[in-house]
């Protein structure tokens, strides 16, 4: 019995974290969020280390590795506030490709970074009544929100009724804007669908429920690791900050805050370890784990980063040390792909009472 | 990640299934110290090694080698079943475990096997009205009068002495030493002339705890464990055993699952609870917390096998998350049924026996109890995440 990571996925995890703390320091992270430049350059980098194939099977040209390996790299991506299509080009469009056994043949260009897939999933988790979007065989029209990935040159798309489908981004009659958000290190846009032709992923709510619990265990453990950095700035700025002639870090009220922050965090950690695990290896939890590992980590996240804040003073609320970036990202992971409501609802709608 | 035991371990889990097939039946509901179905139980539990278990044969126990997979198997099948564990309690938590790690070889025979069969009730005798949280400044004091330990003053909070047979007690042997190191570690019956206990009602309305009082109780000089000066050492030995099993979160579910099963009988102007949103959003709220401890645990577990993981900061929040989240659940029990969530005692409309308010309460005397929510966090802002205790104020003279 052994329930951690394996040193292969320590590895993974240090490789990712090493080339991240080199080459994405904060002022390249604020680059990206001011509109200067695009994510184009660290996605490249990570694409070096196989990232963006890390769940394409071998035999499509990826690693073909699992959803714990994927959520240590989301962790680290996460604790450095990494912009990148991670989420929907690495973890949303394989699963999708893969379980549906349909359009795999791209997944080698994705697989080397250089083929971006976006994911519109927003209509087949909560259709909101600004959009709205039908399929009339494989012609689409309406529109989807909160897309994810403003760059991406093709778009996975789920409509109300949980069918997936590939589009082009420059097919015709598909227009895309887009969609500014208080989160700067990711992009979303909106689709807007005029009788575009699209190709069928699938018609089984099954292939997008199970994509759905692969993207929400990584957007867990991409709150995880914002967390912890907000954690861990918080202990080192309250060592070296002093006010009347102590560092703050010996104030009570200063190290209880982060002794809650840690102990709501820690535990985390291995639920995020759990979930992943059970997306793979226990189907019958999976659904369960990954609703409830997202719901769960959307409130530590929320509760850590802005204790954090809180921890820096009037520091924390200026743009100067950039705290704000992982208050913001732990935000946005919280709202999209579902809120911590409508997951535990689902959660329980899949749960029969324990023994 | 590997989450199963192996092959020779499921071998030893149809065992266990076996036993509980054969012995289940005998296993009582309840019972506390001197029921006399308990005693029995747990005789028949130490015989096949489910209780008692690791603790040598010539002190009264199954003698098996320490087998934390083994254990867990144990605790596993049992709690699935609901078959009684076996007898707790401060002499077998808390008392045995340092008597094995720091006692005599006379004090290890005379004490194990009658405490670890439940004939040997013991209390905890540490807290004093002056030292609460700051244990170490407790003022009960003992001197050593020819071959006697003369005790002198008041412990508080003395859960069961009123049912003890002895009691483990700290006191000040050294007055002049640094207050750390002028503890001692002493063992003592109740009924040694000298002591006084009162019982203190608690907000449950039971009198779970007492006053106890020592005016010169005499105490056989060899009845300290550790040297004199040591008993600080050996207390803390101790309460490294209390603080994790407080609220394990097998129990916790165990408790939601009662929370949902109510919420799914009981009915508020005909409809049922659990179709009311609010009460199931916070009833799954509650459920991730738990999930979250739960795999806490499975990873604390996997420390203890695997000595190269480090879990020390998951071991450390255990006690403060655990209690609260406890103490949370059984609120949202009561809030879900309303004024009937006021009833208690002899109220006919009770459900559960009123053990939701019961251990509402309970366990906010466990947030309190064995180091306070506050102390817990000073340990994991100190301990865990290496920041500095706060500058010491100077007694005035
Ligand atoms: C149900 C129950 C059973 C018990 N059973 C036993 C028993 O069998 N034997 C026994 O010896 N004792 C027992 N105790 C006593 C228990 O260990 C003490 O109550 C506990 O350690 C707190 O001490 P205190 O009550 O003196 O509170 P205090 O120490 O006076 O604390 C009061 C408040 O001050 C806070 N505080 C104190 N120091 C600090 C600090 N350094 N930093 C921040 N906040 C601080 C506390 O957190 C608390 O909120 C029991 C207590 C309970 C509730």
């Not at chain 2, 309840?30 to 139980?41: L, P, T, V």
């Not at chain 2, 409809?271 to 401890?293: F, H, S, T």
């Not at chain 2, 290496?386 to 104020?393: A, L, Q």
Request: glycine share 10%.
């Amino acid at each position: 019995m052994e329930f951690g990571l394996s040193s292969e996925q320590s590895l993974l995890q240090d490789s990712v974290t090493r080339y991240l703390s080199e080459q994405l320091p904060l002022d390249e992270v604020r680059k990206v969020a001011s509109g200067d430049v695009n994510d184009a350059a660290v996605w490249q980098g990570l694409a070096d280390l196989g990232i963006p194939g890390l769940l394409v099977s071998e035999a499509n040209g990826g690693l073909g590795l699992g959803s714990l390996d994927a959520a240590v790299v989301s962790e680290a991506l996460g604790y450095h506030v990494t912009p990148s299509p991670f989420l929907s080009s690495a973890v949303i469009a394989p699963v999708a490709l893969q379980t549906a056994g349909r359009c795999e043949d791209l997944l080698g260009s994705v697989a080397t970074g250089e083929l971006r897939i976006g994911a519109a999933l927003a209509e087949g988790i909560g259709a909101r009544a600004d959009a709205g979007l039908t399929a009339n065989g494989n012609t689409l029209n309406g529109k989807s929100l909160f897309v994810l990935d403003v760059d991406a040159d093709q778009y996975l798309v789920a409509t109300s009724d949980r069918k997936l489908y590939l589009v082009a981004a420059d097919a015709a009659g598909l227009s895309r804007s887009p969609l500014s958000t208080i989160e700067k290190t990711r992009s979303t846009c909106e689709l807007n669908f005029s009788n575009v032709d699209a190709t069928l992923v699938s018609e089984d709510p099954g292939v997008f429920d199970k994509t759905w619990d692969a993207a929400l265990v990584a957007v867990a453990a991409d709150t995880l690791g914002t967390a912890q950095s907000a954690l861990d700035q918080a202990v080192v700025y309250a060592m070296q900050r002093e006010q009347f002639n102590r560092v703050i870090a010996s104030f009570q009220a200063v190290k209880h805050m982060c002794a809650e922050m840690a102990a709501e965090l820690e535990p985390c950690r291995a639920m995020v370890w759990y979930a992943a695990h059970a997306l793979d290896e226990i189907p019958e939890e999976a659904t369960m784990m990954a609703c409830h590992t997202k719901a769960h980590l959307s409130e530590v996240g929320q509760f850590v980063t802005r204790t954090s804040t809180e921890v820096h003073g009037g520091m924390g609320f200026t743009d100067l040390v950039g705290l704000h970036y992982w208050f913001k990202r732990a935000g946005f992971n919280r709202q999209i792909l579902g809120s911590p409501e409508l997951l535990r609802e689902r959660a329980l709608s899949v749960t029969t009472l324990a023994a | 990640m590997d989450l199963s035991f192996g092959p020779e371990y499921e071998e030893f889990r149809t065992e266990v299934q076996q036993f509980i097939a054969e012995h289940g039946s005998k296993s009582p509901r309840q019972g506390g110290a001197r029921d006399k179905e308990a005693i029995a139980w747990q005789k028949v539990l130490i015989e096949h090694g489910y209780a008692a278990r690791t603790i040598p044969k010539e002190y009264g126990g199954f003698g098996a080698e320490p087998d934390i997979i083994k254990s867990r198997i144990i605790a596993e099948e049992f709690s699935k079943n609901q078959i009684n564990t076996g007898l707790g309690g401060q002499g077998i938590s808390m008392l045995v475990p340092v008597l094995l790690e720091m006692g005599t070889e006379e004090q290890k025979q005379e004490f194990i096997r009658p405490t670890i069969h439940g004939e040997m009730i013991w209390c905890q005798g540490y807290s004093e009205p002056g030292a609460g949280s700051d244990l170490a400044s407790l003022s009960t004091k003992a001197e050593l009068d020819g071959d006697e330990w003369v005790v002198n003053g008041q412990k508080i909070w003395t859960s069961t002495a009123h049912l003890a047979d002895w009691i483990f007690c700290l006191v000040r042997t050294e007055p002049e030493a640094p207050k750390h190191q002028g503890i001692s570690f002493l063992l003592f019956r109740m009924d040694t002339p000298g002591i006084e206990v009162r019982p203190l009602v608690d907000m449950t309305g039971d009198a779970n705890f007492n006053e106890t009082f020592f005016t010169d109780v005499r105490v056989p000089k060899h009845q300290i464990v550790g040297q004199r000066g040591q008993g600080w050492q050996v207390a803390n030995a101790i309460l490294g055993h209390e603080r994790g099993s407080l609220a394990p979160p097998d129990a916790a579910q165990t408790r939601l699952n009662g929370v949902r099963k109510l919420m799914e009988t009981e009915t508020v102007g005909g409809e049922k609870l659990i179709d009311n949103p609010v009460y199931r959003d916070r009833l799954m709220k509650l459920q991730g917390r738990v999930l979250a401890m739960k795999c806490n645990d499975i990873r604390l577990l996997s420390a203890r096998i695997n000595k190269t993981q480090d879990a020390k900061l998951a071991g450390m929040i255990v006690k403060l998350q655990g209690t609260e989240l406890r103490h949370e659940l059984e609120a949202l029990a009561i809030d879900v049924m309303g004024e009937i969530g006021l009833a208690y005692g002899d109220n006919p409309y009770l459900r559960g026996n009123g053990s939701w308010q019961y251990q509402y309460m309970y366990y906010l005397g466990l947030i309190i109890g064995g180091g306070t929510s506050q102390i817990q966090k000073n340990i994991i802002s100190e301990r865990g995440l290496g920041m500095p205790k706060e500058p010491k104020i100077e007694k005035k003279a």
